[in-house]
């Protein structure tokens, strides 16, 4: 399963130990050393947006593999902004408020345009919130929900209760721990503003010497 946005970052894990964090493709090329090592070795991928569970065929050579999960060729992207198109909609106001619009510099369809974004805007925040409590349970779903303490710590951060959450998750092992937490505390990155700064993937291959 390949992703178009090669700025996306994913992590890895082997047996409760993070092993690769970075683009697919070195992550999913890190794996395959990790199981060349260790033919046992089951590893869980997710990307690190939405910790979603990724599925990677990493059959064939290295070169397969890259080859498998590079975007699909193609026109590359023309520069500039990307046209808007306009979707025309009746709107039913009362009087007084198509007067004020009227008043509005630009007219009524720039006014309500504006509002609409501003309050976009304005509910970001929460948008965001609720992004990272869902990311967060997807992870320690797949990740944890066989471990001690899982329900609770579950039930902790849909609370808001990060205290908690931190003891209720104190038998995991520490990665996962810090994974859990990182979908916890860090702003979920769009694809207009911020985005992860990932580069090329870290691989922990300390235990399979």
């Known amino acids: 399963m390949a992703t178009d946005d090669p700025e996306a970052g994913f992590v890895a894990f082997v047996a409760g130990r993070r092993v690769a964090t970075g683009p697919l493709t070195d992550v999913a090329v890190a794996i395959r050393g990790v199981q060349e090592q260790d033919p046992e070795a089951t590893a869980l991928i997710f990307d690190r947006r939405t910790a979603q569970v990724v599925d990677l065929d990493l059959r064939g ?46 007219g009524a369809s720039v006014t309500l345009r504006r509002l609409v974004e501003a309050a976009g805007k304005a509910d970001a925040g ?36 990060r205290a908690r959450m931190e003891t209720c998750m104190a038998p995991w092992p520490p990665d996962i721990r810090e994974e859990a937490l990182r979908f916890v505390d860090n702003r979920v990155k769009s694809a207009s503003t911020n985005r992860l700064d990932v580069g090329p993937a870290e691989v922990d291959t300390s235990g399979y010497d």
Do not use: C
Not at 74 to 80: D, I, S, V
């Open 61 to 106: 050579s290295e070169r397969d593999i890259v080859a498998r999960l590079a975007p699909p060729g193609g026109q590359p992207a023309k520069r500039g902004r990307p046209k808007l198109g306009v979707v025309a909609r009746e709107v039913t106001l009362l009087p007084r408020h198509w007067e004020w619009l009227g008043r509005q510099p630009g």
């Open 126 to 161: 929460a948008e965001n919130a609720r992004a990272r409590t869902e990311a967060a349970y997807r992870f320690m779903a797949a990740a944890a929900g066989d471990l001690p303490g899982f329900e609770e710590a579950a039930r902790a951060l849909f609370a808001g209760d």
